[in-house]
């Protein structure tokens, strides 16, 4: 099982065992935001170079989590019945009408036919909040299959709505942890995995994006509550400095108030970011699930 980096932003630090693939010419399509057709076609290329033993994925910026997509229908595609886990400060189940962006993923997640349900666990945006409602996505949440799990936000619209079964709020991360756990072990079912590091605290890692209040350890012990169950994951969070050449790449990102990285820094986080992640790929490589064949 070898971790594969996908070299899109040049983020990515050496990871043990780890295959390196050039993707730098699909930069500033796929950055952000992109065409569901650019999309395809990507996930296209990926399939014929991503090797059949592949473990982690390193993608880079959390600019380019939509690309979880193809990597969740590969995996669903070989296992049905796939469960999606997603940390993440956010809930990426935001509107977004013009294709598909790093905040917008999780609904065409669902669509896919191998993928049962999603959990995006450790939210703290007020992107679920009232003000924000109606950006999100509904019908995922109405369905059952969309759930929310977050702390320090208000969420009480939703339970006027209908949809209290599908938001999970806590006081604190620990209460919130403690009730995930305990929610997983009721169920068996393989999980997909995917990481962003802005659901962690700015105290253990930083990254382009608002960050949540998850601390490392708690990370860890989320991922032990899994253990034997992932059968594919990415990971997304890298730190990179993005030059977008089109114009509404860069109105977008300033509306979502991208966070700017400064660049005597740079090198700092990014250390700071190789050395989580080689800790990440550790417990995570414990917690998979032995491949039957």
């Not at 099982?1 to 040049?10: E, H, K, R, S, T």
Request: charge should be positive; include cysteine; hydrophobic fraction near 40%.
């Amino acid at each position: 099982m070898y971790p594969i980096a996908l070299d899109l932003d040049g983020s990515i630090g050496p990871l043990e065992r780890g295959i390196r693939i050039a993707l730098d010419g699909w930069t500033e399509r796929l950055r952000f935001a992109c065409s569901r057709r650019a999309l395809r076609g990507f996930g296209r290329e990926l399939a014929g170079k991503m090797p059949r033993d592949a473990g982690p994925v390193f993608i880079g910026s959390g600019d380019f989590h939509h690309l979880s997509l193809p990597l969740i229908e590969r995996t669903s595609a070989r296992l049905p019945g796939l469960d999606v886990v997603v940390f993440d400060n956010h809930p990426d189940n935001m509107r977004f009408p013009f294709g598909i962006h790093c905040g917008s993923w999780v609904r065409r997640a669902l669509a896919l036919p191998g993928v049962r349900q999603v959990h995006v666990v450790g939210i703290t945006s007020p992107d679920i909040g009232l003000g924000h409602a109606w950006e999100n996505y509904l019908r995922p949440l109405y369905s059952k299959r969309l759930r929310y799990w977050s702390t320090g936000v208000d969420v009480a619209w939703a339970r006027r709505l209908g949809l209290g079964h599908a938001f999970s709020s806590f006081d604190d991360i620990e209460t919130l942890h403690r009730a995930f756990a305990e929610h997983m072990a009721r169920d068996r079912s393989p999980i997909y995995l995917s990481i962003d590091k802005d659901v962690l605290s700015v105290e253990d890692a930083r990254t382009n994006w608002d960050q949540g209040l998850m601390r490392e350890s708690q990370l860890t012990a989320a991922l032990q509550a899994l253990r034997g169950r992932i059968v594919g994951c990415d990971i997304t969070g890298e730190v990179s400095v993005a030059h977008y050449r089109q114009w509404w790449k860069r109105l977008l990102s300033s509306l979502d108030q991208q966070c700017e990285v400064p660049a005597d820094q740079l090198a700092d986080w990014q250390e700071t970011q190789h050395a989580l992640n080689r800790r990440l790929l550790q417990r995570i490589q414990a917690a998979w699930r032995p491949d039957p064949a």
